[in-house]
């Protein structure tokens, strides 16, 4: 909440729960206007323009469906939605009404990442062939935590894994093939995947995401003229690090502003201002292949996310 100061013509002035307790505790924490103990409620709140969404994965598509009916635009919390099918008929819907809906990907609004892809798009590395990424951390299993309950979209994938891929897909576009290896625990949640994604004209995607052990949270980006070291943790890093073919490496830091999460809500802004009802930086297409891969390495390891119909009531 606090990188609300740092985004200018925004500020935070409502928060909804399914319980009114939670909201008023938040809303206190916070020093905000209003709390609300239901989600409807807060979609017929007139002064809110934006609602940022982070209840559980399954629990996206019916919320932003109501909200997007409402007018209201939406930051959309990753991984968008449990499905691909509950992601397109949101993107559908938000088309079609003509309403501004973004995934909340925060990774690609680190100035070290629009750093990052400027050195690409500027050719730094030649063409680029190959992306790594890996994020994991070391969670012991409780099937009582949402992290490992299928049902709220628990697993790797979904929480640690749309990093990875989204990461891939920004560089390389969307992939021809999607290969998963991993495991799963007793709830149905996977606990691991290693995801190699695939292009006819022979480029690749490296990518490994786990609740089993931590990883380094490293990325690596390789082009037919050198490569670039995305240092830890990578889906909001401060410093890149640019090796060109026959020069020094070059060290390049651009820190966040406040946590970070301004970034984002700074494009939300801007792009409300504007008219837009989309971000160029996070094109609802983009959200939409990143959902798919995720899909696919899902079903690979016999996981099968549903959405939640019943959140609204």
Do not use: N
């Amino acid at each position: 909440m606090g990188d609300f100061a740092h985004v200018e013509g925004a500020r935070p002035v409502a928060v909804a729960s399914r319980s009114a307790d939670r909201a008023r505790a938040f809303a206190e924490q916070h020093g905000l206007e209003r709390a609300y103990g239901s989600y409807a409620e807060v979609l017929a709140d007139p002064d809110v323009d934006v609602l940022y969404l982070a209840t559980p994965h399954p629990q996206h598509h019916a919320v932003a469906l109501a909200a997007i009916e409402a007018g209201k635009a939406l930051l959309v919390e990753k991984a968008f939605t449990a499905t691909t099918a509950g992601a397109q008929e949101v993107v559908t819907a938000a088309r079609e009404a003509g309403v501004f809906v973004m995934e909340a990907m925060w990774t690609r609004f680190q100035p070290a990442v629009v750093r990052l892809r400027e050195l690409v798009a500027d050719g730094a590395i030649g063409e680029v062939r190959s992306v790594q990424a890996d994020l994991g951390v070391d969670r012991v299993y409780d099937p009582d935590d949402r992290l490992f309950a299928l049902e709220l979209g628990g697993g790797a994938l979904l929480d640690l894994g749309v990093y990875v891929v989204s990461f891939a897909q920004m560089l390389l576009g969307t992939p021809d093939t999607v290969t998963a290896a991993g495991s799963t625990y007793p709830t149905g949640a996977d606990a691991e995947a290693a995801v190699l994604l695939g292009w006819e004209d022979g480029r690749s995607a490296t990518l490994t995401t786990s609740l089993r052990y931590p990883t380094p949270g490293q990325a690596r980006v390789f082009g037919t003229g050198g490569w670039v070291d995305v240092l830890p943790r990578f889906h909001h890093p401060a410093t890149i690090v640019l090796h060109r073919s026959g020069a020094d490496p070059e060290e390049i830091t651009h820190p966040a502003t406040g946590v970070g999460y301004s970034h984002e809500l700074a494009e939300v802004t801007r792009c409300l201002q504007e008219g837009r009802t989309e971000s160029e930086v996070m094109p609802l297409a983009d959200t939409l292949a990143v959902q798919d891969v995720l899909g696919q390495a899902a079903a690979q390891l016999g996981v099968h996310h549903r959405e939640d119909p019943h959140v609204l009531g």
